[in-house]
């Protein structure tokens, strides 16, 4: 497989320096939008300490746009992440030009690990790193890095959201759960692990006995990794428990007593990028935008960050009985964001009801007095930094969005809603959010503790404190 490497002009400025003197940090990316905007604030106070800051990922254009806004450098992926051949997200690589079918023959031949493994060698060479954060969602390519890493003595993290390692007292990241709930959480992981197996199954069978899990393991203990603990009980992916972690968020945020201790997690806090977009809007009807923000009304903002064919139908469903209640909200106005056209010429017109393309969220937000969100987590800590009561309506319930849900509520910073509630039932939950005060205790609370949080200091420990791979 041919390999080559792109890197974008804002990266290097060589006027003052050489370019092998530069100090470069690399964050190996999942390539989704909402994965680089949640590190996106991080990786810009490390620009402070002096680092060059490159992403590796399979960008689309908005990314790409978004990495060159913030002077951040990145390369083009023409290769995948070990072990997703059979995985829901190899769907987000369909860029590289590989079917499915070249990974599945690569996976015979190890070529998938060989040609990844190669791709960094490669990126190693040209921009030699200190430090590399890699995306859990992609932990696997660890086994890729792990001979380079401790060749080079580069130090390693891995980069969450929220704590990776849970026990199986903790509700799982894809599950509606509470921690009160233990009986039903010992049958959702249960369940999880059955389910998991029978996935497993089907793949073996598929791939003659060729799975990405089983292959995984082969390549820990062949590598001999198993010196660092994994873990396999997070839905998602396989990590480490030896090796330190970044956390997006802080301590307070996990369920209380129910993860895997940790004895280098670092708790970083949300980070939230709320400048992230300095237009006010793209779109065509921005005088529109502008006057319903400047309204003496109250607004209600809707948004399911970008919805793809598979939540559209979820999404419009939702939307359809929010204007259907909208009468009945007469005090506010109801702007919903990030709306395709496609989408939007399928809703009816409403009095109170404004519908938006891309617009900035962190201005709506900061006039706004209810978020209604599908539960992403960008999207809730945003909420949190504007001290916005938040709605939370899941609709991919493969990943994180029930957790984030069911965060959201033993927070008592919100409530859960469904695309199967009842337009009146709908109604009852935002009327109660209007009243229910002790949510504005609990975001205070959670902005006073992000004030509070010196990310200079935590950074610097954090560099101080750098793990090395062995």
Excluded at 127 to 137: K, Y
Excluded at 364 to 385: A, D, P, Q, R
Aim: with cysteine.
């Amino acid at each position: 497989m041919r390999i080559w490497l792109q890197i974008t002009p804002p990266l290097i400025n060589t006027d003052n320096c050489k370019l092998e003197s530069m100090k470069y940090i690399l964050f190996i990316i999942y390539p989704a939008y909402s994965h680089v905007i949640a590190v996106s604030k991080f990786a810009s106070e490390l620009k402070t300490k002096g680092y060059h800051i490159i992403f590796v990922g399979m960008f689309d254009e908005k990314t790409k746009w978004f990495l060159k806004r913030h002077n951040f450098g990145y390369y083009s992926e023409n290769s995948v992440p070990f072990g997703l051949a059979y995985t829901e997200a190899l769907g987000l690589y369909k860029s590289v030009g590989l079917s499915r079918a070249n990974l599945i023959a690569d996976v015979f031949n190890d070529n998938d690990f060989t040609t990844r493994k190669e791709y960094f060698e490669l990126i190693f060479k040209k921009t030699p790193p200190e430090i590399v954060f890699l995306d859990s969602f992609i932990s696997s390519d660890f086994l890729c890095l792990y001979n380079l890493l401790k060749k080079s003595k580069i130090s390693f993290f891995f980069l969450n959201q929220i704590a990776i390692f849970q026990s199986h007292r903790s509700p799982p990241s894809n599950s509606f759960l509470l921690p009160s709930q233990s009986t039903l959480i010992s049958i959702f992981w249960y369940f999880d692990i059955l389910k998991r197996k029978a996935i497993d199954l089907i793949r073996s069978m598929l791939s003659f006995g060729r799975i990405s899990e089983r292959r995984l393991w082969d390549k820990i203990y062949k590598m001999g990794l198993n010196k660092y603990e994994p873990i396999d009980n997070h839905p998602f992916n396989i990590s480490f428990l030896d090796i330190p972690e970044v956390v997006l968020s802080h301590k307070e945020w996990d369920f209380s007593n129910t993860n895997i201790y940790h004895s280098q997690r670092f708790y970083i806090g949300f980070l939230a990028n709320t400048s992230w977009n300095t237009d006010i809007s793209f779109e065509n009807n921005r005088t529109e935008f502008l006057n319903v923000l400047q309204s003496p009304k109250k607004i209600i903002y809707i948004s399911f960050g970008t919805t793809n064919s598979k939540n559209e139908i979820h999404f419009l469903k939702f939307i359809k009985k929010i204007i259907k209640i909208s009468e009945s909200l007469y005090e506010y106005n109801i702007i919903i964001g990030a709306v395709p056209l496609e989408v939007k010429r399928k809703l009816n017109n409403s009095k109170n009801v404004y519908i938006f393309g891309i617009l900035n969220q962190n201005i709506v937000l900061s006039k706004s007095s209810l978020f209604i969100s599908h539960g992403g987590f960008n999207s809730i800590k945003e909420s949190i930094y504007f001290k916005v009561p938040m709605l939370i309506v899941p609709i991919n319930l493969n990943f994180d969005q029930p957790g984030n849900s069911s965060r959201v509520i033993y927070h008592k910073i919100g409530l859960r809603s469904s695309v199967s509630d009842s337009p009146k039932q709908i109604l009852l939950k935002i009327n109660l959010l209007f009243k229910l005060k002790e949510m504005e205790i609990k975001l205070e609370e959670f902005n006073e503790l992000e004030r509070s949080k010196d990310i200079s200091k935590t950074i610097d420990s954090l560099i101080l404190n750098r793990h090395y791979i062995d």
